[in-house]
């Protein structure tokens, strides 16, 4: 109908008819409805499945489940672990090996000696808690705190020198001089259990041998200033003198947190999952 106008005033030329039927061509193409037809399908096309990103995001969830189910199963090796060393430490006492080789294997195993305390070499470990009972998983008293006393012990039947961990004192009592009566002269003969070298977390001061002060069970430092073996055993209650340090401050027991890691994991996998159907499996129509 346009050209039909133009054509009754002026002869058109050539060139502008193809633009001007170009024009419309593209026009029909398009037009606001078929571009919305032509998407939609896309869409409804790109909707259909799971895409790439949907499929990652699934990983979240079951990863944590993953990781939760490992964590109950790790909690399962810990308890059987504590009952172990439990059952371990209310065995009969033995004589302490010659070949010190052997000591790796006697974590918690209660062991006899006899010797002589050299207290001029004494050194602290703490600060601690001060066990109230003769069991070995006994609860803490609390307002007590003060300190492990850990002396050189030179056994009798042998040429070396062992270190002993004879109890808890509190803490105004570091001063030798304020406890002279439980200073044990002379040679003994003292049960406990033994211990092997605790490592250093990020949380614990480093030690002090200069201050005699010891913040973990630092074996390999406190032999090599006090000259002795790194091997220690833990005094027990029957070891306590009037006066002295407190014996059975041993705890038979592992650090267990398993329990929370399994409730973090498990709700972080719920949470996820939950959010992965609600995003990405809800979207997708029933087959």
């Known amino acids: 109908m346009l050209l039909a106008v ?18 419309h061509g593209t026009h029909r193409r ?6 919305f037809s032509t998407s939609y399908a896309q869409a409804q096309n790109s909707k259909d499945k799971v895409g790439p990103m949907g499929w990652f995001l699934l990983a979240m969830p079951v990863t944590a489940f993953a990781l939760g189910t490992w964590q109950v199963k790790r909690r399962e090796w810990k308890l059987k672990l504590i009952e172990e060393l439990s059952e371990r430490s209310r065995r009969n006492p033995v004589e302490l090996p010659a070949d ?16 002589t305390f050299d207290h001029s070499k004494e050194v602290f470990l703490g600060p601690r808690s001060l066990l109230t009972s003769e069991e070995t998983s006994s609860a803490l008293m609390p307002g007590k705190s ?3 006393v850990v002396t050189p012990f030179k056994l009798a039947d042998r040429d070396e020198t062992i270190l002993v961990q004879r ?9 030798p001089q304020t406890r002279m009566e439980g200073q044990v002269e002379g040679e003994i003969e003292l ?3 033994m211990r092997t070298n605790e490592q250093r977390t990020a949380f614990i001061p480093r030690s002090q041998p200069a201050h005699r002060m010891y913040y973990f069970r630092d074996l390999d430092t406190m032999s090599r200033e006090l000259g002795t073996e790194p091997i220690m055993i833990d005094a027990n209650a029957s070891s306590t003198v009037s006066g002295g340090p407190i014996g059975g401050q041993t705890r038979v027991t592992l650090r267990n947190e398993h329990f929370s890691y399994i409730l973090t994991w498990y709700s972080l996998s719920a949470f996820t999952g939950y959010m992965w159907y609600r995003n990405v499996i809800k979207k997708v129509p029933l087959l």
């Open 30 to 35: 398009n037009r606001p409805d078929r571009l």
């Open 167 to 175: 109890g808890w004192i509190p803490s105004n009592k570091k001063n």
């Open 146 to 148: 003060g300190v492990l």
């Open 191 to 193: 049960t406990g259990l």
């Open 6 to 23: 133009f054509s009754r005033k002026r002869p058109i030329n050539a060139k502008v008819c193809q633009c001007i039927e170009s024009f």
């Open 100 to 115: 010190f080789n052997e000591i790796e294997n006697l974590e918690y195993c209660p062991l006899r000696v006899r010797g």
